[in-house]
Structures are given as C-alpha cells and as structure tokens.
C-alpha cells in the first residue's frame, strides 16, 4: 500500500462545559487532578501525540483561567481559545472556526476526557490519512445493553418502565473522542446544523451528525484510560490511572524506597 500523504490536522478541545454533575461550582476543565487542571492533561496528550498543526480550544465565556493555560501551552504548535456557546455542539462549532483555514483534518476532543492517551490521537490520524472522511475511537461494551420504552398506566404499579428489546452486545461500541473527520465534511456538517433547527434533536456526536449525511464512519480501538470524566467517581478512577502512570514510570526500585 502506498504511504499515505501526511495531513495538516488541527485539533479542537471543548473545554466549555460547567462540571454540573461534578459539582465543583468551577468548570470542569479547571477542576484539578493530580496536581494538574483536566485541561493541562488534555493539551499535553495531544501534543505528546504530534498530530495537531493547531489546536483551538472553546472556553466557557468569559473565562481568564483556561484562556491563559492555553497561552502557557502555545509554542511550535499555536494553541488558541475561544468562547464555548451553551451546548457542546454550539463550543465546537465557535472553535472549528477559531482554526486555521487551509487544514485537511480536524480532530474533536473532550476536555473531559483529559487522560486520552497520545497513541489515540495518532490511530484517529493515521485513519484520516489512509482516507477516512470520519473515524472515531470505540471499546466493546461490557454490559448487556436493553432499550427500554414507559410502562402503561395499568403497568405503572409495578415500574416505570419495562424491555422493549436487547441489541446484540457483540455489535454495539462505546465511543470516544478524539473523534476524526475530512475538514471540509465536518465544517459542512456543522453549517447543516446552525440552520436544522428540531432535525437536530437528539445529535450527541460529531460522529452523529456526518452518519446522517451518509459518511462512512470508521472505528479505530479507543482506550480504557479515554474515560469521560464526568462525576466523583470518574475523578477518583482517573486518580488512580494517574498514579499508576507514575509507578510505571518510576525507575526500577524507586518503589519499594517509598
Ligand atoms: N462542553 C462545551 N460546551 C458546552 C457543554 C460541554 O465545550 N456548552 C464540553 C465540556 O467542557 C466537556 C465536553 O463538552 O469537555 C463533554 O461534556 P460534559 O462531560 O457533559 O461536560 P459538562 O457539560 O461540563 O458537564 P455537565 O454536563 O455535568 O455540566
Ligand atoms: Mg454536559
């Protein structure tokens, strides 16, 4: 196979959520974990990945605090904010056009998923190149999943709700992000949805909205540690990850000292 041309991919960070499930009363990319805001981890991981020529990051407005980290982050590879809107989709539409013109790829990334390790970034990319207009990364699911439908009123005193079907657990993926795509397809995609109005409902992804648009949507393997940090367990899982990665890159025999 020939090598595939290298692309210019820019990278765009939601980082403009407000942490509501967390409930720190702070964003969520500020909250700090293991001496680090969520937003330090996710740049590093990104850039250790080499695949950003730009990486804007959407910000909750008005914020200074993750507007200045990105400014401490910013050298060979510019690293620029802007204001999020009220929606996840809205942040990630401001910040595709705070990116340079002229990329081939834009990858979208979650602040919240702070510990997605670079390789992740890199197998969305080398996707791109080889040709994919969309690529997304995924983990087999490990639960049994059921589709659930309102119990009638004469059900009601029982339960709420009852089985209306079980897809078949060997099909289904839990995505994640970076979530990779053609730039031109998800700029398209995005310009769709400013004017969709209630055709938009119950888009939850990038990924999402090109699969309505007939792209093919390619499946890359995710990682475990791309967990979306989103209540105090999460935090307390993404801790833990933390402190294995530092027990694995400790010298042999450091450990047993402490
Ligand atoms: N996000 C964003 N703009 C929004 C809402 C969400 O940029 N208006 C970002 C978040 O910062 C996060 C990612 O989208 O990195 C996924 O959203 P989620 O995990 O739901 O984060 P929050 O919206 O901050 O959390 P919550 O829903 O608990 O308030
Ligand atoms: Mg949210």
């Given at each position: ?14 980082a403009?959520g407000s942490g509501q499930?967390l409930g720190y009363g702070i964003p969520k990319a500020e909250v700090v974990?293991?001496?680090?805001t969520l937003l ?20 909750p407005?008005?914020d200074?605090a993750l ?192």
């Amino acid at each position: 196979m020939p090598t595939p041309p290298s692309l210019r991919i820019g990278v765009v960070i939601v980082a403009a959520g407000s942490g509501q499930r967390l409930g720190y009363g702070i964003p969520k990319a500020e909250v700090v974990l293991a001496g680090r805001t969520l937003l330090e981890h996710a740049l590093e991981a990104v850039l250790a990945s080499g695949v950003a020529a730009h990486i804007c990051v959407a910000v909750p407005p008005g914020d200074t605090a993750l507007t200045a980290i990105c400014a401490r982050a910013a050298g060979t590879v510019p690293v620029t904010a802007v204001e999020g809107g009220s929606s996840r989709a809205e942040s990630v539409g401001r910040a595709l056009s705070g990116l340079e013109p002229g990329l081939d790829a834009v990858l979208v990334h979650d602040a919240a998923r702070a510990l997605t390790p670079p390789d992740v970034f890199a197998r969305v990319g080398a996707a791109l190149a080889a040709g994919a207009q969309a690529v997304i990364p995924a983990l087999p699911v490990a639960d049994t999943i059921k589709t659930a439908v309102p119990c009638s009123p004469e059900e009601q005193r029982i339960a709420g709700e009852k089985v209306s079907g079980t897809p078949e657990r060997a099909r289904l993926r839990a995505v994640q992000t970076p979530q990779g795509f053609d730039a031109r397809t998800l700029a398209d995609a995005h310009r769709w949805l400013e004017s969709a109005g209630s055709d938009a409902a119950g888009i939850t992804d990038d990924a999402m909205l090109v699969e309505r648009r007939g792209v093919d949507v390619f499946l890359v393997p995710g990682s475990e540690q791309a967990l979306k940090i989103t209540t105090e367990l999460d935090l307390l899982t993404a801790e833990a990850l933390v402190a294995r990665r530092l027990r694995s890159a400790a010298p042999a025999g450091k450990e047993s000292q402490q």
